[in-house]
């Protein structure tokens, strides 16, 4: 298992690198101030073939692979969270279960301008009173003629005020042990009875969209419905796989960006007549950073290889996503430490890195739900 880049796998890291630096960080500030959802950016990525990394040229992609794509989420999160959060969403949760679960007709209808960049997609799984527990769903989707008809609320569902199309599990039925069968459903925006809002006010990556979705008796074709309709827990349990790894890519950019700001500061900031860099403190953090920023960098691509080559990646999806999320928290605390009363102004931006990392532990499964997660796959 070589962890080499390849000179494609390269390029497009260069390309983002140049593109996030050029175009996303002068806005993330504002972003992240005015809690505003950086619509002209992602046409920008998509004009760019940013947005179907992943996905083949067939359906409008780019035809690259998880790993270029775990670097594109690294390169944009470093220069704003919020971005990469929007980002990971729309490639991980949006578009990536229309590739692998959807029929030929659904990925030439709704992943072709997903992947495209031409419009956005998001998924709707979390419920007021089922998070953790994805078993908890309560959405509801009947049956009548050629058409589901679907009841019930969703929350804390990134993209869906952007979103062309949101992929939405619903409970269709029960099997012989009285265990709830969750499908899942393609649901298109203006639908009569689809009713999404923006009520948070949140602490960090203000700046991608959360929304709360309402389903009154929505109707969809039968047709609409995604991959097998007695399989969709575990086809989101796949999704979910997938999009631990990008959280994981985000987290290693926050920390990554932590760690340039902590550097360059430590370097130019003087005390006792000396750097802070010169101070053996100061130096152990460092260290300790990026150390920990490259281990967890070399978790995300272990995972991402395995998942291009077809291999299961359940565990290790979740040890990049659990080590990388709690790196990150610890990571941007240490900078604002390192930064000292700086850091804990606004206008420095190390303190924006505490709030944004925080949501990489408790989005796409807790960090103690990665833990069980992990332990299952032991136990198996």
Not at 54 to 80: N, R
Not at 103 to 116: F, Y
Not at 132 to 144: P, R
Request: glycine share 10%; charged share 20%; with cysteine.
């Amino acid at each position: 298992m070589d962890f080499e880049l390849t000179k494609e796998q390269q390029m497009i890291r260069q390309m983002v690198k140049e593109f996030a630096k050029e175009e996303i960080a002068p806005l993330a500030q504002t972003i992240d101030e005015q809690a505003v959802f950086p619509a002209q950016t992602f046409q920008k990525m998509g004009e760019l073939g940013l947005m179907g990394i992943p996905f083949p040229e067939k359906y409008g992609g780019s035809g690259g692979d998880t790993i270029s794509y775990a670097l594109a989420v690294e390169e944009i999160g470093k220069q704003c969270a919020s971005t990469g959060l929007s980002y990971a969403a729309a490639v991980s949760l949006g578009a990536s279960p229309l590739y692998y679960f959807g029929t030929e007709k659904q990925k030439m209808d709704h992943l072709v301008p997903l992947a495209s960049g031409t419009a956005l997609g998001s998924f709707g799984l979390t419920e007021p009173n089922a998070g953790s527990d994805a078993k908890g769903t309560k959405t509801k989707a009947v049956k009548d003629g050629q058409e589901y008809v679907i009841s019930g609320e969703k929350c804390w569902i990134t993209n869906a005020n952007f979103a062309r199309t949101i992929i939405v599990t619903a409970v269709t039925d029960h099997d012989e042990h009285g265990q709830p069968i969750i499908s899942a459903f393609i649901v298109e925006k203006g639908q009569k009875g689809l009713t999404i809002t923006n009520p948070y006010d949140k602490m960090g990556v203000r700046g991608s969209d959360t929304a709360e979705i309402i389903l009154d008796n929505v109707r969809v074709p039968a047709h609409h419905i995604l991959g097998d309709p007695a399989k969709g827990f575990k086809q989101f349990l796949y999704t979910l796989d997938g999009g631990r790894i990008s959280i994981a890519a985000l987290s290693v950019g926050i920390a990554q960006a932590a760690l340039d700001a902590s550097l360059s500061y430590a370097k130019e900031r003087k005390q006792f007549g000396q750097t802070l860099s010169s101070f053996q403190a100061i130096q152990f953090k460092l260290a300790d950073m990026a150390m920990q920023i490259e281990l967890a960098r070399q978790m995300v691509w272990k995972a991402a290889w395995l998942k291009d080559h077809g291999k299961p990646f359940t565990k290790e999806a979740a040890y990049a996503k659990l080590f990388a999320s709690e790196m990150a928290t610890k990571a941007s605390l240490d900078a604002v430490q390192i930064h000292g009363g700086t850091g804990y102004m606004k206008e420095c931006g190390v303190e924006r890195l505490v709030r944004d990392a925080k949501l990489m532990e408790i989005g796409e499964g807790t960090s103690e739900i990665q833990r069980l997660v992990i332990a299952r796959q032991l136990l198996a």
